[in-house]
């Protein structure tokens, strides 16, 4: 049995194995901010998604050191069979079903681990209902909780018996059966040394066009039903289908009464699941939940909760007026950063997957969800990629407008500060002056599109007008992961002196401060904004530098990777209305890019080709396009250099995205 996660392969590789271009091969970048985009189709217009926030006292209860260090799949199964939203009380009990789980010792410096056992699935039981290290409980037997060989899906609770249902693999990776587990509750916590399994109980589905399973989202209606969710998988894209079946609670152990949607009726016939017309949702993922929301905007509707596309950085939610819909379009409402923050680890292969929300876990008006974090094609390196991650859904309030894109100039700048324990940074303005913001480049910045362990985790911002004081703070940040911090001010000040107080350095145990740049800026009174100004970049080669593109400067990005066609993909942020770009390119006649295409995406996989440039041989490129909205805009480069030229290495110097004009 080898480490790396066969599930994980399973569950994710038809959708990256299949029509591999140019297009559908490239990294998802992610910002921790959420995203305006609704990424259905559009039926009216786009309201903002909920707000979203990391929930890291729950992210932090499965950082641990030695032991269970690292799973996926995580499910949450209330024992005492309440599931609503939180139903969880001090006395409650909580199981969590975990899939492919690493066993070992952590190094505390570095978060490497020495790995001393691997089993397809585990368990845990938390006792109360908050993140408490000191009441939870790993359960990693050497054939695993729940048996080896097969991978976990949802349970549920039922007079006494924990039920959940688990699948293996055939040798192509994909499910061949679906077993039903029945674990023995002895004193309300799972009696692991009694678990029963009955193998192959018919729930899957096996076509030569399709694969469908049920039992990875389990949910108590109220009407006496449990709702057993599935997916469709179109085993030529890898495209995954949302499906459902019910039973009656007290009859969940009896396949044979399980009833399954047709998109008309619910018949005792598994295959209408195949059926287009009992599809309840697209493109979600292999995991994901289906929660009834009893207050705030969606009250008396259901939330369904997943990743899109099974592997991407896009947790959604839509919303359904049943348990079997029909659901909206889905809402983007986070971005994972993982696959950004640490790219460099794992040369770009970090990615997320299956997203569900856990209702007993929550909070009033606040829905808590996870996600997991895996590395492609190889053991992660270190313990932050390969566990779970939580955030809060609030269920009241509606994510805040994302700020517009300002132009600025600098006022005053330091660069390459390193500092101890309690050192600060002044910048002498050189006399009053009306600042409205800053910029800080963190360690990360010119190294990899993705921060660093080094990146400034915790700082604060003030300003005076004497250099003795008093200093007043105009801006706070924790938990930073960003490798760029560019703010601006709820209101301009007027001040001589800026400083910049670093409370926490890194994100590991250094305590050394390591800043790039630290400048006071003013808004530029004139111009158009550079809507990609200072916005995350990633290339297909030469990733190190492909920030440059955005930040102004006189250095290059330089791909010199030889590829047929390369690219150079722009994050935005949230969608922007795009009416002209500018391409700087490296200046030289000869080197100056001859051919390439400018695209746009709203969700960093499908591309859309807005311009296309042929026979180039000016320095600068300025170009005026039909609007378009997006999140994401590239250039792809099919001849980077005239034909003379010996060397075909890709030069940009600079890439800039700008509104239409008014």
Known sequence: MTTVSRRTFLRTHAALATGLSVSAALPATALAAPSEAR?????????????????DEWTRLFDRRSGWIGADGIYSVPLDGRDGLASATPGSRTAF???DTRIGTVDPRDLTYSQTGFVNNSSAVLAGDRPDPARITFVTQETGAFGNGFWMNDGIAIDGTLYATGFAP?????????????????????????????ENVGLLVRTSTYIVMFGVGLTPGPDGYVYA?????????????????????????????????????????????????????PDVSTELSVTPIPSGRYAGKWLLVYLRNVNSTGLEYAVGSS?????????????????Y???????????????????????DGRLLISYNVNRLGADPLTTEIYR????????????????????????????????????????????????????????????SPAP????????????????????????????NVENLTDRRFDRPVLARHVRLTVQRPTHSDDTTTRVLEFAAVADAHSGVPDLARYRPAVADAANSTAHLVTDPGEDLWVNASGHAITWLSVDLGTDRTIGRYVVEHAGAPDLNTRDFLLQSSDNDKLWTTRDTVSGNTSAVTDRTVPPFTARYVRLVITRPVADSAPDRATRIRALAAYPPAT
């Open 97 to 99: 079903i975990f899939s």
């Open 341 to 363: 923050v640490y790219a460099s680890q794992t040369e770009g292969g970090t990615y997320c997957y299956n997203a569900k929300a856990h209702p007993s876990l929550s909070d």
């Open 39 to 55: 990424t259905g189709p559009a039926t009216g217009p786009v309201t903002r998604p909920l707000a979203a926030s990391r929930a």
């Open 229 to 281: 969710y599935g997916y469709r998988n179109t085993l030529a894209d890898g495209h995954k289908d949302l499906v459902v079946a019910r039973v009656r609670r007290e009859q969940f152990a009896d396949i044979a009464s399980w009833r399954f949607w047709s998109g008309t009726a619910w018949s005792p016939d598994i295959t209408v699941s195949t059926h287009d017309a009992a599809v309840l949702h």
């Open 170 to 198: 055939d040798a192509n990776w994909n499910a061949a059966r679906v077993d039903l587990i029945a674990v023995p509750l002895t004193g309300g916590t799972p009696d692991y040394t009694a678990v029963r399994r009955t």
């Open 323 to 339: 348990p079997i819909g029909p659901f909206e379009p889905g809402v983007r409402f986070y971005n994972c950063p993982e696959p």
């Open 452 to 479: 660093s362990a080094f990146t400034t985790r915790d700082f604060t911002v003030e300003v005076a007008q004497r250099v003795q004081g008093p200093w007043r703070a105009v801006d706070v940040v924790t938990g």
């Open 388 to 447: 779970p991650r939580f955030v809060w859904l609030d269920l009241h309030r509606s994510a805040e407008e994302p700020a517009t894109a300002r132009a600025s100039t600098d006022v005053a700048v330091v660069r390459d500060w390193t500092a101890g324990p309690g050192d600060h940074l002044v910048l002498d303005l050189g006399g009053l002056r009306t600042i409205s913001g800053y910029r800080v480049k963190h360690a990360g910045y010119e190294g």
